[in-house]
């Protein structure tokens, strides 16, 4: 069997073993790319129900965007893998009070309404001091830009006792691909670490977005 499937692409695969899939009634549908899809496992029985086809569904309407959509003719996008844990950045994982991690059951978690975009760059080498082109990994992180200064070096693991050594640099990226240290500020600065990460510019505009302001990146030390 070939076709074009408007979620995963051209399916040029076998048939199914038997019948095509049937769709239960009264159910439930995710909306993705313009089509609805049904939300239960298909299974395949002989002398399925065939369904009608996918219904084509767009917003027309610019000041009333579906929920979830960011207006006009964007489709609502389809759900989205967990983002990988990562140990090192203590502010990614959320305490309880029965010591466990994540909302307690029961609670959901009221979320900032303004965050900035912000990858943490994962090298022993300094950015500033790789080669051109470079590859280096990063953690990408929403942060509210009510976070202050001193609040975000706690929050990404930057723990030594000497305040000194803790240390955020902002990375920003040049020609020929090339990475150049910006503004830094350490743990032991108490007037510039009362500041939030919104009064710094590290706002909700850096998006990243073509035509917009580039994502911030940072580096941090705490040797």
């Not at 917003?59 to 207006?71: E, F, H, I, R, V």
């Not at 830094?184 to 510039?192: H, L, M, P, T």
């Amino acid at each position: 069997m070939s076709g074009n499937n408007p979620l995963h692409g051209r399916d040029e695969g076998p048939r199914p073993p038997v019948g095509q899939p049937y769709y239960p009634p009264a159910q439930l549908y995710y909306y993705t790319a313009g089509y609805y899809y049904p939300t239960w496992p298909i299974t395949y029985l002989p002398y399925a129900i065939i369904p009608p086809a996918p219904v084509y569904a767009t917003n027309t309407n610019t000041n009333q965007p579906p929920a979830g959509n960011g207006g006009g003719h964007h489709p609502v996008r389809a759900p989205q893998p967990s983002p990988p844990s990562d140990g090192s950045l203590p502010a990614t994982q959320l305490p309880n009070t029965t010591g466990g991690t994540g909302c307690e059951p029961g609670y959901n978690y009221f979320f900032h309404s303004k965050n900035t975009k912000m990858h943490v760059f994962k090298t022993p080498t300094p950015p500033w001091q790789l080669p051109a082109s470079a590859h280096v990994p990063f953690s990408a992180v929403h942060v509210p830009t009510s976070t202050t200064l001193a609040e975000l070096l706690r929050g990404f693991g930057c723990d030594n006792r000497d305040p000194k050594k803790n240390r955020c640099y902002e990375i920003v990226q040049g020609t020929g691909g090339r990475w150049y240290k910006g503004m830094s500020f350490a743990g032991d600065e108490k007037d510039a670490g009362k500041k939030t990460i919104g009064e710094i510019g590290w706002d909700e505009t850096r998006t990243g977005q073509p035509g917009g302001k580039p994502v911030v990146c940072v580096y941090l030390t705490k040797d």
